[in-house]
């Protein structure tokens, strides 16, 4: 293979650059060249690129986002976008592309592998909603980025006997909000995936209250409500004087952990290998700590397990 | 004096613990006794009163917050209330107090004093809106707060060619709105003392665009507009993808910086050494990084100026 | 069981605090009693115990160390003081024990178990040299604070064109040291699993600096070399300045990162469980994700297996 | 003015790049061309610059170190260097000079204002040791990397019962350590301005144990003994376990505190007007929050005013 393509795609998450850069040197150790499309699947088609050596992808492994930045495409969405595509990459000779991102960006993926274009992605999403790996790009930054913040929140929250409701990303998926509710000591983890029963939230706030426990803090999932409703709901049953906080796109940048560095380079690095060892059509994903590899047109239909132990758990140290 | 009070009030921020700690070490060494009182002035009210010994300060110094919490008192504000808590301070043998807060609690120090108690205030306000004081207690710690966010942020927009609307604290005041435009690169900084232009911000975005630079950070002083309206306004002018985080009381709380552990330090020990010199009704502040001390009727009915030249600094740099 | 016990052994770590929270509440919410012992098994044997509330262990998840405190216990090495321990066990009541350490500690919660204590033990070791678990507590924090301090660091080193040594813990292992060299993209680790080949190491360098790239990071194990020694052979083989940092206790402390607050929130959890589900003698451990539970016989006489793979990645990226 | 130059000198520190980027956007703002040269004078003898846009200095306001990069250059010692340097700006057609470092540069920027250069210099030095301006660029980052890590130090210290000997920088200043001390809480700081007394420091941790407070923190300046001699002194004296981390080169990197972030952007932005203004031979500084612009010679030939009162305010919190 001598020519080897990336780009990211969807959502930003740090990590990413660490997935470049990996990518890159294993590549260009190999003896192929690496061209970097800017924008996704956009850049493709624009022929948007970037020439990459190892200069380029030096010095971005500590930094958030993506260098490579990323957008939506709407052209690459219809049939003759993609055939554009493919034809792009035909002319430029690159033999095989590495894609990073999140569910769309998958799909992505597998529709190119399907016109024949040996394509392996890399899975990329805060949410942790992709099947097929333990962990995506860009969770553990997400959730540390998490706990800062609550951290500081329940600076105020226990200095004031207020509640907050603070609310995080996941509009599928509960997997930050459990997390972090554990991780931060939260009183309540509010998930789309279980019903919440405001009532038994209140009573539990009430029964605190009474212990002389005068301050919560309430996750809550973005996709499991509002966290405007959900505060005036229990300022209403019990009087509580109770806050928002909703943290936005914070939770997404920022210096990527050790555990997104890690995994970012292993995947960039287990990727390209695929691809030299004639590989085509899969995720690389993290399986019991290895690295492991999954046909796209498995993952992309396949549903991300839910972790119920770890809510349940969330609930129990709540208490 | 043989028993020195301390009491922290209104909102509270980083740095607290620094000068509460400092106050009653800098008591005991002079062999005076300590009582603190919690959630302000309503624990003077209510008799909810904790012994300080050097042991009960340890391990505060670098927590945000304040351990001795802080609340609102309605009864406070009423003669009757005011003339319970001189009595109550009577009773306990209290010869001193030091009230560690914002613009609201310096007045009721100011009529504690004027009711006889000797009574010193230490000034503390993320807002930094307090006048005969460079910087007030919180502030620094908010700032860095606030950059760690928004540097996030910058990495998401960068990635994706947005522009985001930050909302920071400050309702009359547009400090922490100037200086984190400075610190971050922000493209705009809008706060409450100067107009903003929308049409003019619009104008400065789309040549931007037009130079190739396709993301934008504006940092959206809390008092000076709604962060929705004003990123409407930038999507209908010029169809930039716009998206809006505020903030909120994450930026109150957190490990507190060097430059506000240093401050609480000095202004705990300062307030007590002047007490101990027979100072009252005063307010020690940071003059040209020196401690002075300024009576509190001068203080309450004063403003702080603003920094013009930093606001058009932040516009300087912000091209 | 009516009272169960907990005691952290051993160098103390970041998220020893959430395992002793998590042992408590879970015990507490089953109507079991626990009490702490203070500095491990010396506590054990002096009877220097705490009564544990739902409030004692309110606030400590964010905080690293332990605040049950840890220490070395020669009396606890002999066989008196191991029947000693077991005696107090019976006096006070205490039906089962949740030990939180390293390899030492578990060794002491083996003599404990063979003497018929029910005991489970918490892999506790920032060098993740314990076998049967994925991860120690500890390690994941150890990590992310090596490369705060690295990436520290790198400013400096590529600001002045100078080579640095950095030396992380790791007596026996090198992972702390393979996979910080992964995080932060360092040009070398030097681990005790694998001889260095120093006249290679500085032919690299050399290469690297005729490319133009003239500053380098070397990661170094503590257990692997002296990194002045190594610092020297550089200066000596290719002229380059080369300066020394050590990194030391540092490493140990500060906040939990998430994986180490949830890992301990989980380890906690198991370990109480497993008491009241009747399991003794065992070390509760992260296999794939899911917690499993290993004789601590066997976990005490096996090597935890290196991590080849990822030592040659580190090299691989470092090119 | 046409054209203005850019160097950054000495020892790296945090907020380097801020100045850079506030000085040269200044520039730009006003019609001037500006070149950067490259680590330090030595750039401007081997003519190893850049031109610096917008978009150059775009991206490096939240980085460590200086993108300019430094070193030191004999040539430019001697006096055939100087004259060589002065040629180089004048063929380039640069007419003002802005330098960026501590006491040594700032020397060579004088010789350069000597030989008919205009030159205006900007403080940057982690020790704080530079007279005429309050602050210097770089001081503030390094002490909050200095905290951050002896709070990590001390959950480790607490945990244990341990004393530490933590060294940080300043050879002839104890600023860093006296404030750091203040900051965390320490028991004690040792300074070049002020003798130390072992057995005086010993006594008081004898007695502090004696009160059952067992763990302690010890901040050295570098300058001002050697570490390990202390802590060898300590554990013969007290028999107190006493271990020593040097906290080394990461105290200098890392993403710049607000502070200094501000600090560079006024002072790049005042040395650039000063130049504008037809000043030179100058350094701006921080007098009482406001900038104040000192003759070099004057600054390189005093001594800045050391803190006695903040050293001693380190020791009474201390206690």
Excluded: W
Aim: net charge negative.
């Amino acid at each position: 293979m001598k020519k080897i393509g990336i780009l990211t795609s969807g959502g930003d998450c740090s990590g990413m650059n660490a997935a470049i850069r990996s990518a890159t040197r294993t590549a260009l150790g190999h003896g192929a060249q690496v061209v970097g499309f800017r924008k996704g699947y956009a850049g493709l088609l624009k022929g948007d690129l970037l020439e990459m050596t190892t200069r380029e992808v030096a010095g971005i492994l500590h930094r958030g986002g993506t260098f490579l930045q990323s957008a939506r495409s709407e052209e690459f969405r219809t049939v003759l976008g993609r055939e554009k595509a493919v034809r792009h990459l035909q002319d430029l000779g690159v033999e095989g592309l590495v894609v990073i991102g999140g569910d769309g960006s998958l799909n992505g993926a597998l529709a190119l592998h399907r016109m024949g274009v040996p394509v392996i992605g890399i899975p990329a999403s805060i949410d942790n909603d992709i099947a097929y790996t333990d962990m995506a790009l860009g969770v553990d930054t997400a959730l540390n980025n998490i706990i800062y913040a609550v951290d500081c929140i329940k600076d105020t929250a226990s200095s004031h006997d207020r509640a907050f409701v603070i609310e995080v990303m996941g509009r599928n998926s509960g997997y930050l909000a459990s997390m972090s509710a554990i991780a931060t000591g939260a009183e309540y983890a509010i998930i789309p995936e279980v019903e919440c029963d405001i009532a038994d939230l209140c009573n539990q706030l009430r029964k605190r209250y009474e212990e002389g426990r005068s301050n919560a803090i309430i996750i809550l999932a973005e996709g499991a409500g509002r966290a405007q409703n959900i505060a005036d709901n229990i300022k209403d049953a019990i009087g509580f004087e109770t806050r928002v906080t909703v943290l936005g796109h914070y939770q997404r940048g920022g210096a990527p952990s050790v555990f997104d560095r890690l995994l970012g380079s292993r995947f960039g690095h287990a990727a390209v290998e695929q691809l030299l060892a004639g590989e085509k059509g899969k995720m690389v994903g993290l399986c019991c700590g290895e690295i492991c590899a999954t046909p796209l047109e498995t993952v992309v239909v396949s549903e991300k397990m839910q972790q119920d132990e770890l809510h349940e758990l969330s609930m129990i140290l709540g208490i």
